[in-house]
Nanobody, 119 residues
């Protein structure tokens, strides 16, 4: 089992910044990907960004140039720096961990942290 603990959400004005953190613990593999997803009220959960063990990243078009994902492999922690926030970024943000053990894919989710962008 892998446990994920997120932090850093909150209320911010449009144009502001927030930094989310997600710390993984438990039976963590040497090679794994982590990412952030978000779910706004009445909408499906969507991918925001992912990062591999080697640092390869992938971003949703809606956040490119504004959000940056990074990770500290020694601390098993992933960060999401969110700049130039917009009201449409308001959502619950979820951290995800993914690895493959032999042929079995494991996915774990954090509990979610609320991000609200409003004046």
């Amino acid at each position: 089992q892998v446990q994920l603990v997120e932090s850093g959400g909150g209320l911010v004005q449009p144009g502001g910044s927030l930094r989310l953190s997600c710390a993984a613990s438990g039976s963590i593999s040497h090679i794994y990907a982590m990412g952030w997803y978000r779910q706004a009220p009445g909408k499906q959960r969507e991918l925001v960004t992912t990062i591999t063990t080697s640092g390869g990243t992938n971003y949703a078009d809606s956040v490119k140039g504004r959000f940056t994902i990074s990770r500290d492999n020694a601390q098993n922690t992933v960060y999401l720096q969110m700049n130039s926030l917009k009201p449409e970024d308001t959502a619950v943000y979820y951290c995800q961990y993914t690895d493959v053990i032999f042929t079995t894919t494991r996915n774990y989710w954090g509990q979610g942290t609320q991000v609200t962008v409003s004046s």
